[in-house]
């Protein structure tokens, strides 16, 4: 699987109608409209998806679209639960139904337990279960937890555990994690503004929440660095910066689809408690996205 992870994958939003329900048409016209872009699979079911929001019927019904309609495309599965019973559940529901990998954030509710030697057997526990491969989801912001280093070597060890997401956006702790795991080990960026030093850094891939929204100037990053042009990727990267801050850090779900809708695709409602952005918000993100595709 990790030889796969290769490129730029958007971690798909998922569309509710107004009245919160699911709005399974729209993710799977937004999967058409990606089908033309140079993509290298998908994320379905991560934080930007409103995975915590979701009941497991919904969870169950995007893995399935995704599938459909991802072709050959690799397609991750986001599994991760508090308990490990109920992700290991999970995991193998989504391995059913066609997805490629599993992608587990770590516990956090009981987030002062969360030591490394328990999250070792947790993550051990998963990967002896889980039917397909397994990566690591360490997303600081959300679960106030910093992935050890020292944990994710010793995990890179299992050959069931694949790869990892980092999103923090820590460029020193992206190379002490780059330097401690064996080579086949992919640790993609999960950090839009850092994309281009990440990739610099050794990272294979990045999945980034700003590629749902501009996937062109996007994977044009990632082909420019690729191809040894570093000038262009950085171009790239800085007109790409405050739309990615816009959709993740500072606006959050909310943001990125309303960029979505502004680009032409399916965002949809937020599912309350979130709310939708304000009409100066979208005014910007406007502005923002013009910017980055003007630099194509």
């Known amino acids: ?89 999970l995991t193998r529901k989504v391995a059913d139904l066609g997805a490629d990998a599993a992608l587990v954030l770590t516990p956090h509710y009981y987030r002062a337990q969360m030591t490394a030697g328990v999250l070792q057997r947790h993550f051990e526990a998963v990967a002896e279960a889980a039917p397909i491969p397994v990566m690591l989801y360490s997303v600081p912001a959300f679960t106030g937890l910093t992935f050890p280093v020292e944990l994710a070597s010793s995990l890179a060890e299992n050959p069931n555990v694949a790869g990892m997401k980092e999103s923090s956006g820590d460029m020193r702790l992206m190379a002490r994690l780059l330097a401690a795991v064996p080579p086949g080990f992919a640790v993609a960026c999960g950090s839009g503004p850092v994309a281009y030093p990440a990739l610099c850094l050794g990272a294979p891939a990045a999945i980034l929440a700003v590629a749902c929204c501009a996937p062109r100037p996007t994977a044009a990053l990632y082909r420019a660095f690729t191809s040894g042009d570093h000038e262009r990727a950085r171009r790239l990267q800085q007109a790409l910066t405050p739309l990615a801050e816009a959709v993740t850090a500072t606006g959050g779900v909310a943001a990125l689809k309303a960029a979505m809708e502004l680009a032409g695709r399916k965002g949809g409602a937020v599912r309350a408690p979130l709310l939708p952005v304000s009409p100066a918000v979208r005014d910007e993100l406007k502005r923002l996205l013009s910017q980055a595709e003007a630099a194509l």
């Open 1 to 89: 699987m990790a030889e796969r992870l290769r490129g730029i994958l958007p971690p798909l939003v998922t569309p509710f109608l107004a009245d919160g329900s699911l709005d399974l048409a729209g993710f799977q016209a937004n999967l058409e409209q990606y089908a033309a872009e140079d993509l290298c699979g998908y994320l379905v079911l991560g934080s930007n998806g409103e995975a915590g929001s979701l009941e497991e019927d919904e969870k169950l019904a995007l893995v399935g679209a995704a599938r459909r309609h991802a072709g050959s495309r690799l397609l991750l599965a986001g599994t991760g639960l508090e308990s490990t019973r109920a992700t290991i559940a």
